[in-house]
Structures are given as C-alpha cells and as structure tokens.
Nanobody, 127 residues
C-alpha cells in the first residue's frame, strides 16, 4: 500500500526558511516521479515542484523559482522541499504526490496520471 507522509511544516516569519520532507513507503520510490503541490484557503490545489524518478529533472512553478528547491533520496525513500525567502502568499497546506514514472513527470498531479497523495502539512508565513 502506497503511503506518503509529509512533515516539516510550521509557522515562520516572512523571509524565513522551512524544509519539508515526504517519507514514502509501500512502493519502490526510484520507480516513481514525485512532487509537491499546495492549497491555500479558498483556492484550488496548485503545482509547486516535481522531480523525476532519478532526480535528473526538476520543474518549478514560476512563483517559487529561485526560492524553493526539490530533491530526493531514493535510499531513504524521501523527497524534500527546501523553501527559502518565504512570503505570506506561500501560506498553504503542502501535499506530496507520487506517480509511477510511466505516466510522465509532466503529468504528475494531473488527471492523466495515477497519483498518490499524502495528507499534507501546514505552512504558515506571517508578515
């Protein structure tokens, strides 16, 4: 059974940093593309960052480029999101996602992929 468990969220002042972790179990993470999405109150869930099964390719939303960095450790079955220079508009519940590499990295999180989701971790950035 696929399970994704996020951690590392919390309350931080604007300009601060947080590092999110997503621990995966129940599948071989090196066969899966993984990523991060977020959902703010009253808004739809949106893409933040994703990383290919081997870590060789990464994609970022324009809103986080240059501030956030995604990485993974396939030995520990964990994906990370380093968030720097945080802004109040980054406040959201952050969700980890994983899908088998056969669906394509670009489709992670979309209806064209068979996605697995974590329960999320709250990130709150105060001004």
């Amino acid at each position: 059974q696929v399970q994704l468990v996020e951690s590392g969220g919390g309350l931080v002042q604007a300009g601060g940093s947080l590092r999110l972790s997503c621990a995966a179990s129940g599948f071989t993470s090196s066969n899966y593309n993984m990523g991060w999405f977020r959902q703010a109150p009253g808004k739809e869930r949106e893409f933040v960052a994703r990383i290919a099964w081997n870590g060789g390719t990464t994609h970022y939303a324009d809103s986080v480029k240059g501030r956030f960095s995604i990485s993974r450790d396939n030995v520990r079955n964990t994906v990370y999101l380093q968030m720097n220079s945080l802004k109040p508009e980054d406040t959201a519940v952050y969700y980890c996602a994983a899908a088998h590499l056969k669906y394509g990295l670009g489709n992670l999180g979309s209806s064209r992929s068979d996605n697995n989701w974590g329960r999320g971790t709250q990130v709150t950035v105060s001004s």
